[in-house]
Every structure is written in C-alpha cells, then in structure tokens.
C-alpha cells in the first residue's frame, strides 16, 4: 500500500478547528488541497501528521502553537501616526491590513486599536498562539503535481 512520503504530492480536504470547535479553514466543498509533503508548502506540526498516511486514511490530530504559527510576540505591534496613514484610508479594529517590508514584501497586520492620533497593529499571524486541530482525509499520492494546482491554499479559486 502506498503511503505519503518526503516529496510525494498529496491531495486531501481538511477541516481546520479551534480548541472550542470553530472552523477556521476547510477545503470542504471545493476542489481538494494539493500539497507536496516534507517540502515546507504547509506548517511543520501538519507536514509531519501527513507522513506515513495511506490512501484513503482519515486522520484528525492537534497542532501546538510552537509547531503551528508560533507564540504570540507582543513586540511585534506596531503603532503608526495617523498622518502616515494614507488619505481615504479609515482603519477598523480587526482589520486586516497588507503593509509593506521593503525586505519581506507584504506583511499582514490586524487593527488592534484605532484613536484620533494612532493605529496600532499587530503583526503576529492571525493564528499564532493557538493550537489548531486538523481533520484530514488523503484522496489520492503522486508523485507529479497535479497540472495547473498552485499548492497555495487557492482550492477554491
């Protein structure tokens, strides 16, 4: 029986959850996500679950924080004046905003607080300091990709 190993390219759909049982992410009710496995396409605690599943196998396995997106770094907020704030813009508590790193590119960051003088974000991932929970069903194992799949988490597009 064939198994996932380093390199193989695996499709599967997946329900991602939270301690408290809300989703977060599912390829439920789109094309399945394609992912080549041991390659770094997807976060380590997930990548290692992966290995040594076969065909058909339904597994659901939690991912801790460290292995997952990390801890929450409160150093990583960032607090900008309002007048460096493009014209037009109107930042919203719980926003997410794309920032640019001149060595990075685009950095996500989420509104934490909004005043008359400042906005602070938060440059943690969204899903840093959360241990998430997987529910995953392997549907086939190549090892070619799939013609035209990004393997980027795009199955619905």
Request: glycine share 10%.
């Amino acid at each position: 029986m064939k198994t996932v190993e380093k390199g193989h390219f695996v499709k599967l759909h997946y329900t991602g959850t939270f301690d408290n049982g809300e989703v977060f992410d599912t390829s439920q009710g789109c094309k399945p996500f394609e992912v080549q496995a041991g390659e770094g396409q997807v976060i380590k605690g997930f990548d290692t679950a992966l290995m040594g599943m076969a065909l058909n196998e339904k597994k659901t396995f939690t991912v801790k924080a460290a292995e997952a997106f990390g801890e929450r770094d409160d150093s990583l907020k960032q607090e900008f004046s309002r007048a460096d704030i493009p014209p037009g813009s109107d930042p919203q508590v719980g926003e997410v905003l794309m920032l640019e790193n001149p060595q990075c590119g685009e950095i996500p960051g989420t509104v934490q607080h909004v005043d008359a003088e400042k906005v602070v974000v938060d440059l943690n991932h969204p899903l840093a300091g959360k241990d998430l929970t997987f529910s995953i069903e392997v549907l086939e194992i190549t090892d070619q990709p799939t013609p035209s799949a990004c393997g980027c988490g795009c199955s619905c597009g």
